[in-house]
């Protein structure tokens, strides 16, 4: 629908007040805003990309590999210079199915993306260096346009934040809980596990001996969420752990959490900035992906990063069989305990944190991009 929509961007933005200097738009809906910005409004265009810039090198280069290989859809490994070879799997799924319309919006963009006069990523430099540096250097795509690494990104406070720091709070649990013990489990706001799964992962956690917050969904809107924790993980499941782990159906603010010196792991699905509020706080990760968008990719950033663990035949494919709770004890007792995991998480926190400073890298970047409007 937004896309449909694009072509009265053209005369708003010519009729604002003051006038407009530049567009950023979402790279979602770059092939339909750029020609607007450039032909018709004569406005320098830029991009906000909010996945890695692994992706965004994948995004740019698919149109070669398309006309590399006389296709017109993803049809096996992909090599992107200076990236390396990207298997067929890693990218999203839909890809392979050249009548999807994500698949034709997915190419426009990745056609189109190469005439914007500048792209912002939420990632930063140390955590992605190479794929950074083969989209400056002209390697993915000669002339690729100017790639400004500005992240990571912080999320604004919210009305949520305030309301659920009372004395029953997520983090008022951890805060009675030793440094570096507790494992965190949530799997993001548009994912839902089935119950057979679900019921693996707690008695996974209950056999791991370590304590545990964990964010449990259901179904993928919240309102439509009805069942009772108690239902959901089976008869005892609550009394056996209570003290050591808490779960909860409620929103709690990740941020938060993963900056409380009492959580020491994060098994997360690799959302993009999941990824990023790990890094940034210096958490360990257990990448288990919860579909197959970017989340494999974004896995390879954590993996080549060196801050966590990518179990690649961990899935919530209907067609994958569970993952069983020995192995989830096991995996989470492992990289618990993996001081060579945890030290270099450290050391991305660091990188993370010296990134936004004045002076860092990514305060740099946005420095470098503000003069271009200017």
């Known amino acids: 629908s937004l896309r449909r929509s694009a072509h009265l961007l053209g005369p708003l933005i010519a009729g604002a007040t003051p006038r407009a200097s530049a567009v950023v738009t979402d790279v979602t809906l770059a092939s339909q805003v750029i020609p607007i910005a450039k032909k018709e409004l004569q406005l320098?265009?830029?991009?906000?990309?909010?996945?890695?810039?692994?992706?965004?090198?994948?995004?740019?280069?698919?149109?070669?590999?398309?006309?590399?290989?006389?296709?017109?859809?993803?049809?096996?490994?992909?090599?992107?210079?200076?990236?390396?070879?990207?298997?067929?799997?890693?990218?999203?799924?839909?890809?392979?199915?050249?009548?999807?319309?994500?698949?034709?919006?997915?190419?426009?963009?990745?056609?189109?993306?190469?005439?914007?006069?500048?792209?912002?990523?939420?990632?930063?430099?140390?955590?992605?260096?190479?794929?950074?540096a083969a989209l400056r250097d002209g390697k993915v795509v000669p002339g690729f346009p100017p790639v400004y690494a500005v992240g990571p990104l912080k999320s604004s406070a919210t009305d949520k934040e305030a309301a659920h720091g009372g004395a029953s709070s997520p983090i008022a649990w951890l805060g009675e809980q030793p440094a570096r013990s507790v494992v965190y489990v949530a799997f993001g706001n548009r994912n839902a596990a089935a119950l057979d799964q679900i019921r693996e992962?707690?008695?996974?956690?209950?056999?791991?001996?370590?304590?545990?917050?964990?964010?449990?969904?259901?179904?993928?809107?919240?309102?439509?969420?009805?069942?009772?924790?108690?239902?959901?993980?089976?008869?005892?499941?609550?009394?056996?752990?209570?003290?050591r782990g808490l779960v909860t159906k409620e929103w709690v603010d990740q941020e938060a959490v993963l900056r409380h010196p009492a959580v020491g792991l994060y098994v997360s699905h690799c959302g993009w900035n999941s990824v990023t509020e790990s890094a940034a706080c210096g958490v360990p990760m257990l990448a288990w992906m919860m579909t197959l968008g970017d989340q494999r990719l974004v896995a390879t950033v954590i993996r080549s990063a060196g801050f966590g663990l990518w179990l690649e035949h961990w899935s919530w494919d209907s067609k994958s069989s569970l993952v069983r709770v020995a192995e989830i004890a096991e995996k989470v007792k492992a990289v618990m305990g993996d001081?060579?995991?945890?030290?270099?998480?450290?050391?991305?926190?660091?990188?993370a944190t010296k990134a936004v400073a004045p002076g860092g890298s990514s305060h740099r970047s946005m420095q470098e991009f503000l003069a271009t409007l200017s």
């Open 339 to 351: 001081e060579a995991i945890s030290a270099r998480a450290k050391e991305v926190g660091r990188e």
């Open 201 to 243: 992962i707690g008695a996974g956690l209950e056999a791991s001996g370590s304590r545990f917050l964990w964010v449990v969904k259901t179904t993928v809107v919240d309102r439509d969420d009805t069942s009772e924790l108690k239902d959901v993980l089976g008869d005892g499941f609550l009394e056996r752990v209570q003290g």
């Open 44 to 132: 320098p265009c830029h991009i906000l990309f909010s996945s890695c810039a692994t992706m965004l090198s994948f995004l740019a280069y698919f149109p070669t590999y398309l006309d590399g290989a006389n296709a017109d859809h993803l049809a096996g490994d992909v090599d992107i210079p200076g990236i390396g070879r990207i298997p067929v799997d890693y990218p999203p799924n839909v890809l392979r199915n050249p009548d999807s319309l994500f698949t034709k919006q997915f190419i426009a963009n990745g056609r189109e993306i190469a005439e914007v006069d500048g792209i912002l990523v939420n990632t930063f430099d140390a955590l992605e260096p190479e794929a950074l």
